[in-house]
């Protein structure tokens, strides 16, 4: 009997037990539940927050002017572009230059240019001076210089330093010179405001001329050669640049310029000369009508400056039409006259006239190319009041640059010059890292 008892009691256990996990399971499914209906609840509240803030954007770009729907806003503080059209953020789009560009405010209204726009000029003229610097901030540049000048002119010497490379007294003289200059410089800029900078640039010179001279009227076949150098401080230049509108409504930006040169150079009337006879085929001197012998004059060493003041204003425009940018300068410089010494007497050096023109155009984010034109002529000195012919000068060059940001503050351009014109540098090249401080 006791056996027979003992089957059932053990099976109402096991049930028991059974149950009891079935309702820790149970337990667990509904904490589960619990769990994932505090998270819907939480995405549902994130859904409506972000459909308001869409609603808010909406609003936002219905109240733009219209033909703003395609632009890009800039991000002053990070320097980054955002699209407001369907465009996804990058952090990339920063450039090699400022982070504020000139003519871009906070909220861009009425078609301004956008910053990459801006950007794609590299910079291969100073002339083209398109972005300005920020308020506040500094930019050092180092560059780098080399030109090359080879020139076959008649002329007659004793005058202005802006045009011919050493003295001659008494003769007609063709000539034929290999220059090379070399100019290492640094050049600051500092933001007086976002559309006023300063600028200095300290330039260091090494120049070396081979000059091949054949006087005329002398019956002489042989040539003359003089080789010399000099090197030293060239002439220290200061500007004032102010941007005068904001690019808005199709309009291209004005920007002006106001620069001086300093004639901190060594002095082309002070260098060191030799003089030289002039022989003929026998080796015996050369005299002219009055019985007085002629006399060759080269410098022993060049000069590194110009030797007088001079001030230059200029006028750039710059037109943006994504992805290309058109620019264009016109400038005149005025070069003050001087009272040398009592054997040269006043030297009032030629003026100057500029224009300057190309486009740059945008590769990407981080490079562009730009392709211009420089034209320069220069008007006739004159000494003691008089007019000395053979002294202007018209000086051409196709210019080709290109850009490239290394990094947010510091940008790598490199520039190539070649003569269009006779009184031209055969070729010039230059580099040219500046480096923003103060972002």
């Known amino acids: 009997m006791s056996h027979a008892q003992t089957k059932p009691d053990s099976t109402i256990t096991a049930s028991s037990k059974d149950l009891n996990e079935l309702r820790n399971l149970y337990k667990q499914q509904q904490q589960k539940l619990e769990h994932q209906s505090r998270l819907l609840q939480q995405q549902s509240q994130l859904l409506q927050q972000q459909s308001q803030y869409l609603k808010?954007?909406?609003q936002r770009f219905n109240q733009l002017p219209q033909g703003t729907g395609n632009?890009?806003?800039?991000?002053?503080?990070?320097?980054?572009?955002?699209a407001t059209n369907n465009r996804k953020a990058s952090s990339n789009n920063t450039t090699s230059t400022p982070t504020k560009p000139v003519g871009v405010a906070k909220k861009r209204q009425g078609n301004k240019p956008t910053k990459k726009e801006i950007a794609s000029i590299s910079s291969i003229s100073q002339d083209a001076q398109g972005i300005l610097t920020p308020k506040g901030s500094l930019i050092l540049e180092p560059s780098f210089k080399y030109a090359h000048t080879s020139s076959n002119r008649v002329f007659l010497e004793g005058f202005g330093p802006l045009v011919l490379p050493s003295f001659f007294l008494g003769l007609i003289d063709i000539r034929e010179v290999d220059r090379d200059v070399y100019t290492a410089s640094i050049t600051a800029r500092y933001g007086l405001t976002n559309r006023m900078q300063i600028e200095a640039r300290v330039p260091y010179i090494y120049r070396q001329d081979s000059i091949r001279s054949r006087p005329l009227l002398t019956n002489l076949f042989g040539d003359d050669v003089f080789t010399a150098d000099g090197n030293g401080l060239?002439?220290?230049?200061v500007a004032l640049d102010y941007q005068f509108n904001d690019g808005a409504n199709g309009w291209p930006f004005f920007t002006g310029s106001l620069r001086a040169s300093i004639p901190t150079g060594t002095d082309p009337f002070e260098v060191d000369t030799v003089d030289i006879v002039v022989k003929d085929s026998d080796g015996s001197p050369v005299k002219d009508d009055d019985g007085n012998v002629l006399i060759q004059r080269f410098p022993t060493e060049l000069a590194t400056g110009t030797g007088f003041?001079?001030?230059q204003p200029s006028l750039t425009f710059i037109y943006p039409t994504d992805p290309a940018v058109f620019f264009g300068t016109v400038s005149y410089g005025w070069n003050f006259e001087d009272d040398i010494n009592d054997e040269v007497g006043k030297i009032n050096p030629g003026n100057t006239f500029g224009l300057s023109g190309g486009m740059g155009f945008g590769i990407n984010d981080r490079s562009s190319f730009s392709l211009g034109f420089s034209f320069?002529?220069?008007?006739?000195t004159e000494q003691n009041g008089s007019t000395l012919n053979g002294t202007d000068a018209d000086v051409g060059r196709l210019l080709l640059g290109y850009s490239f940001r290394l990094k947010k503050d510091t940008n790598v351009n490199v520039s190539i010059g070649i003569g269009a014109t006779e009184d031209?540098?055969?070729?010039?090249?230059?580099?040219r890292v500046p480096i923003t401080l103060g972002y």
């Open 71 to 82: 632009q890009t806003v800039t991000n002053q503080s990070s320097g980054t572009v955002a």
């Open 376 to 380: 320069k002529h220069v008007y006739k």
């Open 309 to 311: 003041w001079g001030l």
């Open 56 to 58: 808010s954007l909406e």
């Open 424 to 431: 031209a540098p055969d070729f010039e090249m230059g580099l």
């Open 234 to 237: 060239g002439d220290i230049e």
